[in-house]
């Protein structure tokens, strides 16, 4: 399944929550809590680019599956990781004791 396009938030679970535990001070989830961004993805076989536009903060991350890679976690912190793809349909890491997952369903897109 190719990832390719342009995802539009339409909402959010627990999101106060996972900010909290990632260690996000109040005013900032706050800030962060109501944004409705855009997520770009260029999959290109086993390499992505995904760029994130949340009231024109724009961050871009790339990686390839299967390989370590840097990435940023919501504090801004660089981490580095490894991204697995599981199932055909989901994009997996882990990191600081944090999994993520990134499910492709259609035309809906999880985190």
């Known amino acids: 399944?190719?990832?390719s396009g342009k995802y539009q938030l339409q909402s959010q679970e627990n999101f106060e929550a996972?900010?909290?535990a990632a260690g996000l001070p109040d005013d900032v989830i706050q800030q962060r809590k109501d944004r409705r961004g855009m997520s770009e993805i260029v999959q290109n076989g086993n390499h992505f680019k995904i760029t994130?536009?949340?009231d024109n903060q724009i961050?871009?991350?790339e990686f390839t599956v299967g390989e370590e890679?840097?990435?940023s976690t919501p504090t801004g912190e660089k981490v580095k990781t490894v991204v697995n793809?599981?199932?055909g349909n989901k994009l997996v890491t882990s990191f600081k004791g944090?999994?993520?997952v990134t499910e492709l369903n259609g035309d809906t897109l999880t985190n």
């Open 98 to 100: 944090m999994k993520s």
């Open 1 to 3: 399944m190719n990832f």
């Open 85 to 87: 793809l599981e199932g």
């Open 69 to 71: 890679c840097e990435l």
């Open 59 to 61: 961050q871009v991350m």
């Open 18 to 20: 996972f900010l909290k």
């Open 52 to 54: 994130f536009n949340n």
